[in-house]
């Protein structure tokens, strides 16, 4: 009679474990969702002002900027790897060089990006280079058309829902040796812009 209440107390005690590893098994569980990724490529516009000098960007002798861009980013932890390729219409940014100005005209730009993300924001630096279309102003009777030169800059960049993201960007670009011919002869000026953009990109 005590082995067959035995017996039967096990068999209850097995039949409650498996019992409690079935409801386990079959409990809501929790997972955390998959950390937001800038991995991928990307095409969108900006505008902003291209200007010659600090501290007013919106002084008569800058321009209203506008173009367009397409990049890609890699991805690995928190650090974020890219290239950009940018082309903008300047709007006619004045330089003073000798004898008179010169104004620019158009910029592409090929660019390298490092930065941090932050969940969805992303912080950035930026470097390449940028030719760069000048054109006569007052004073100047010729000039380089085109002239390579450098770029580097810093950003911040918001992704939001449906692969749209918004960023603000600033770059300096420095273009050496721009030839110019004036009333006083020719000279070669080093020319040094800013421009401050915003702009849109859609990743996919």
Same mark, same amino acid.
């Given at each position: 009679?005590?082995?067959? $209440? +035995?017996?039967?107390?096990?068999? #209850?005690?097995?039949? %409650?474990? &498996? *019992?409690?590893?079935? @409801?386990?098994?079959?409990?809501?569980?929790?997972?955390?969702?998959?950390?937001?990724?800038?991995?991928?490529?990307?095409?969108?516009?900006?505008?902003?002002?291209?200007? $010659? +000098?600090?501290?007013?960007?919106? #002084?008569?002798?800058? %321009?209203? &900027? *506008?173009?367009?861009? @397409?990049?890609?980013?890699?991805?690995?932890?928190?650090a974020v790897f890219g290239a950009e390729l940018e082309g903008s219409y300047l709007g006619g940014a004045e330089h003073n060089v000798e004898g008179g100005k010169i104004?620019?005209?158009?910029?592409?730009?090929?660019?390298?990006?490092?930065?941090? @993300?932050?969940?969805?924001?992303?912080?950035?630096?930026?470097?390449?280079?940028?030719?760069?279309?000048?054109?006569?102003?007052?004073?100047?009777?010729?000039?380089?058309?085109?002239?390579?030169?450098?770029?580097?800059?810093?950003?911040?960049?918001?992704?939001?829902?449906?692969?749209?993201?918004?960023?603000?960007?600033?770059?300096?670009?420095?273009?050496p040796n721009v030839e110019t011919r004036s009333a006083f002869g020719t000279a070669k000026t080093g020319i040094g812009s800013q421009e401050l953009k915003a702009g849109?990109?859609?990743?996919?």
């Amino acid at each position: 009679m005590f082995c067959r $209440t +035995k017996i039967a107390l096990a068999a #209850a005690f097995a039949v %409650g474990l &498996s *019992g409690t590893a079935m @409801a386990a098994d079959l409990s809501p569980t929790y997972n955390d969702p998959p950390a937001f990724q800038w991995s991928g490529a990307y095409v969108g516009v900006h505008g902003g002002t291209a200007f $010659t +000098k600090m501290p007013n960007p919106f #002084a008569g002798r800058n %321009g209203w &900027s *506008g173009g367009l861009q @397409a990049g890609y980013n890699i991805q690995t932890g928190p650090a974020v790897f890219g290239a950009e390729l940018e082309g903008s219409y300047l709007g006619g940014a004045e330089h003073n060089v000798e004898g008179g100005k010169i104004k620019e005209k158009w910029r592409a730009a090929a660019k390298a990006k490092a930065g941090l @993300a932050f969940d969805q924001t992303l912080v950035f630096g930026t470097a390449g280079v940028a030719m760069t279309t000048f054109d006569k102003a007052g004073g100047v009777r010729d000039t380089d058309s085109r002239k390579l030169g450098y770029l580097v800059g810093a950003g911040v960049e918001q992704a939001f829902a449906g692969g749209l993201s918004a960023k603000i960007e600033y770059d300096y670009i420095r273009t050496p040796n721009v030839e110019t011919r004036s009333a006083f002869g020719t000279a070669k000026t080093g020319i040094g812009s800013q421009e401050l953009k915003a702009g849109i990109n859609y990743r996919f």
